[in-house]
């Protein structure tokens, strides 16, 4: 029998739902049956993580801990990170099994804005603002970082917000006045926040308003 009669048959289910030609937009986690027989039933997972000190940011390494080792679901081994935070940062971090959702997520043209609290050896003054603003040229890259908007929120606090990803960016652009970053927690990336109630190193699944907003 050919393709065409397992659709009049009504033996093409997609979601459960039998489908009448093959138009129909199947995608990664669609379930799709076929004459009773599972072709395809993956499930998206979503989850963030607070991340704690001193761990990796990888989903394996030889000496290190990783964040998946604070992930204890069977799926876990399928997910990979929608962004990464250095060793000793905390705070906000997305995993997914979804590589289209964390495409937008941490493509460098989506320019989605990252919040980080920081905390500082030295002094934060107001010439610090119109700097983060303006940019700094990193020579490695060759390039001018994005303006980025710092709050001060006391004598060695800030708040700031990024809008790409370099290579230990945050410690990079305080380096420029030579102020050691002492502690950097990330707050959020888009439209998702830390969720306050998460202990470093726990973690929860999205909601499904947290999945949307992205
Ligand atoms: N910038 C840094 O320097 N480190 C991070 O973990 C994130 C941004």
């Known amino acids: 029998q050919t393709v065409r009669d397992l659709f009049v048959q009504r033996k093409v289910m997609l979601n459960g739902v039998a489908l009448s030609d093959g138009r129909g937009r199947i995608t990664e986690f669609c379930r799709v049956e076929v004459d009773g027989n599972i072709l395809q039933a993956r499930k998206a ?16 390494d030889a000496k290190n801990k990783t964040v998946l080792d ?24 997305l995993l997914t099994n979804d590589g289209k959702w964390s495409r937008k997520l941490t493509q460098p043209q989506q320019k989605i804005p990252k919040t980080y609290w920081v905390k500082t050896q030295n002094e934060i003054t107001l010439e610090y603002v119109k700097k983060f603003a303006d940019g700094f040229y990193f020579q490695f890259e060759d390039l001018t970082t994005l303006p980025a908007e710092l709050t001060i929120m ?61």
């Open 45 to 60: 997972i979503y989850v963030m993580l607070h991340k704690p000190k001193g761990c990796v940011s990888a989903t394996s």
């Open 70 to 93: 604070f992930i204890d679901f069977p799926e876990k081994e399928s997910l990979h990170l929608a962004g990464r935070l250095d060793f000793n940062t905390t705070g906000l971090l």
């Open 154 to 214: 006391s004598s060695h606090t800030a708040l700031l917000t990024i809008y790409e990803g370099r290579y230990h960016q945050i410690k990079r652009m305080f380096g420029f006045f030579q102020n050691e970053v002492l502690e950097l927690h990330r707050v959020s990336m888009g439209n998702i926040s830390l969720d306050e109630n998460i202990a470093a190193g726990e973690y929860r699944v999205l909601t499904a308003a947290e999945i949307v907003s992205v």
